[in-house]
């Protein structure tokens, strides 16, 4: 009768064992390209400017009735109604 081997968890075949990746030296990957700036800063200082226009006309709503109780006593104009600040 032939003898039967038992593989024990965690023990590689032969085709595994002899994978390439296992050889490659473990290193920090590093990045040499430079960051990507999708706007210009004079292009940033617009969008915030358009957004503090937008937020100071229009507002923005917040639905928990703590929220605006802690926007109100900051200052701001809250409409409780509406829900908007």
Request: aromatic share 4%.
């Amino acid at each position: 009768m032939g003898r039967t081997r038992i593989r024990h968890r965690g023990q590689r075949t032969g085709s595994q064992a002899a994978s390439p990746l296992a050889h490659i030296p473990w290193q920090p990957i590093s990045n040499h390209m430079p960051p990507l700036e999708y706007l210009r800063p004079d292009e940033v200082e617009k969008l915030h400017e358009a957004s503090l226009r937008i937020l100071e006309t229009t507002g923005i709503a917040f639905m928990d009735a703590e929220a605006l109780d802690i926007w109100e006593k900051a200052g701001a104009t809250v409409d409780h109604q509406s829900e908007v600040v």
